[in-house]
């Protein structure tokens, strides 16, 4: 009886770890193709804010507004929306999230992360309400880390660095704007949404949106 009550019990923690892994998992559908991100618990400010929106289908037929190969690609705005119309579809975007920030969360390529408002006016580096990026980055090399490190507060451990040497990202932002998940498929699309020609204020030439997020 004690087995098959340990049995039971094992089995119900199993499922429940699967159902809520698969619950922080999301499809971006953008016109150039999918990608999957999955968010991390331990950002749980961030995490339940993308979910509010996603719920809220605030991204629906928004465009990345700002793209910059070898960095990142932004998007979020609901002014971007094609039938914008000046409201916020009943949404308070009138707000901010807190930095989280982990330090075993960084800008590797393919972080997901919250883009804000500079310093000089956000001192405590809090996230927008609903834009946000996903690295894309570059490669560097162990001198160009060591010189992050002697410019700023960041302190990379042996894997973040190894990271940033083999597959890249943008280890400058790191402690400074919140990374709350990363993409785990359809890295390819980021590369082709960066590889898009941009104009003024790194603003795309052709459109590139996202249709929806599902999720999975």
């Known amino acids: 009886m004690r087995f098959f009550l340990f049995t039971f019990i094992y089995f119900l923690f199993i499922m429940t770890s ?3 892994s698969a ?4 499809t971006i559908e953008t016109n150039l193709g999918k990608i999957q991100v999955k968010l991390y618990d331990q950002t749980p400010l961030h995490k339940e804010n993308f979910e509010k929106l996603v719920d809220a289908k605030l991204y629906d037929n928004v465009l990345f507004h700002r793209i910059i190969q070898g960095f990142m690609i932004q998007t979020g705005d609901p002014a971007t929306k094609p039938d914008f119309d000046g409201s916020t579809s009943g949404i308070d975007l009138n707000y901010t999230v807190p930095a989280e920030f982990v330090p075993e969360y960084y800008h590797k390529k393919g972080a997901l992360a919250a883009a804000r408002i500079g ?9 927008s ?9 570059r490669k560097f090399d162990n001198e160009e880390l060591y010189d992050i490190e002697a410019q700023s507060d960041i302190k990379f ?5 190894e990271v940033y040497k083999a597959i890249g990202g943008t280890p400058f932002l790191d402690q400074n ?32 949106r996202i249709l929806r997020i599902v999720k999975d």
Do not use: L, M, W
């Open 18 to 20: 699967c159902q809520s």
């Open 23 to 26: 619950q922080s998992t999301y």
């Open 119 to 127: 310093d000089h006016v956000n001192p405590e580096k809090r996230s």
């Open 129 to 137: 309400s609903s834009q946000f990026y996903i690295v894309q980055g």
């Open 157 to 161: 451990s042996e894997s973040q660095r």
């Open 177 to 208: 704007y919140t990374v709350f998940g990363e993409v785990v498929k359809g890295i390819e699309v980021v590369d082709a949404i960066a590889a898009v020609p941009t104009g003024a204020r790194d603003f795309p030439e052709v459109e590139v």
